[in-house]
Nanobody
Framework: VQLQASGGGLVQPGGSLRLSCAAS????????MGWYRQAPGKQRELVAR???????NYADSVKGRFTISRDNAGNTVYLQMNSLKPEDTAVYYC???????????????WGQGTLVTVSS
């Protein structure tokens, strides 16, 4: 399973960015897709995730500002980030919990990360 993330960049405080992540390869089913982030000197943390059933979870720090969604096929996930703050600056990683075949256990997969910098 490969995850290709895109959409990071430099934005001013209060601005918006949209991250995308497409899953490809041998995929039988996707349980969860989500976004994590890691700021310099900090641990990686969950930003938002969405299950195959459409349930969503958000970090308290992004509630009301970020929205996670996915396409109908369920293999692409988006993170709409509004009202960005300098503290949102981090490398954002796409994540999925998926099964490669019907007889496989679920496994954790990570994308390569995309840098989001919020600065004036």
């Amino acid at each position: 399973v490969q995850l290709q993330a895109s959409g990071g960049g430099l934005v001013q405080p209060g601005g918006s960015l949209r991250l995308s992540c497409a899953a490809s390869g041998s995929i039988f089913s996707i349980n969860v897709m989500g976004w994590y982030r890691q700021a310099p000197g900090k641990q990686r943390e969950l930003v938002a995730r969405i299950t195959s059933g459409g349930s969503t979870n958000y970090a308290d720090s992004v509630k009301g500002r970020f929205t996670i969604s996915r396409d109908n096929a369920g293999n692409t996930v988006y993170l709409q980030m509004n009202s960005l703050k300098p503290e949102d600056t981090a490398v954002y990683y796409c994540n999925t919990v998926a099964r490669r075949t019907w007889y496989s256990d679920s496994d954790n997969y990570w994308g390569q990360g995309t840098l989001v910098t919020v600065s004036s």
